[in-house]
């Protein structure tokens, strides 16, 4: 009795292996299907897929961590946006289990800015403070603004400056012009009633 109890448990689990396995295949994408080995066995295909996926976060979390330590601001857009997307990243890194402190994150945007950003950077390192991902975000906001009103400031004054150059450079044209008809006018002046009286014949 107790062998034939055993095997009809076995009949049972070998049945229930079968259907178990036969509705994980059916499941999973072909992708990732076709990447695991070849078993006969629920458990065992459960392990194999375990395993792969393991893999594949150890991939995604090197390749999202070179793409966040390769991000640099250009200075176009809006850098509330960029320091936003550091911010995704680095919540994606933690869920594949590497956690990134916001002191090293803020130090990570901040090696991102271009230079113009130079005395922003000087001047963060220089005082004791640390600063939130919000406070950074808040102070990048403001430093941005200032440095495109200088930009805008300077192109002005630029342009005045051209302006004026090309003024004085047209007055003295003119006082060019009128010196030349001036002395034109004299020459015709002081001419000889002979040679006048030539050229009337």
């Not at 390769?70 to 176009?76: C, L, T």
């Not at 090293?104 to 090696?111: A, C, F, H, I, P």
């Not at 002005?156 to 006082?175: F, G, N, V």
Request: aromatic letters at 4%; charged letters at 30%.
């Amino acid at each position: 009795e107790s062998s034939d109890m055993n095997v009809k448990n076995f009949e049972q689990w070998e049945r229930s292996n079968r259907m178990s396995l036969m509705i994980m295949k059916h499941s999973i994408p072909e992708t990732i299907k076709g990447a695991v080995p070849k078993v006969d066995n629920a458990k065992a295909f459960l392990d194999a897929i375990a395993k792969r996926f393991q893999k594949n976060e150890k991939a995604e979390t090197s390749t999202m961590l070179n793409n966040l330590l390769a991000m640099r601001y250009k200075g176009k857009g809006n850098i509330r946006e960029y320091i936003i997307e550091m911010s995704n990243l680095a919540s994606k890194l933690k869920a594949l289990k590497l956690e990134l402190s916001d002191d090293l994150l803020v130090q990570l945007v901040l090696l991102s800015l271009p230079p113009q950003f130079s005395q922003f950077k000087v001047s963060y390192n220089t005082q004791k403070e640390k600063w939130t991902l919000n406070k950074l975000i808040s102070q990048c906001v403001q430093e941005e603004d200032t440095l495109k009103r200088d930009k805008t400031e300077s192109a002005h004054l630029a342009t005045t400056s051209q302006d004026k150059k090309i003024k004085k450079l047209r007055i003295k044209e003119l006082h060019l012009e009128l010196h030349i008809l001036k002395c034109n006018r004299n020459k015709m002046r002081i001419q000889p009633v002979s040679s006048a009286r030539r050229q009337d014949m």
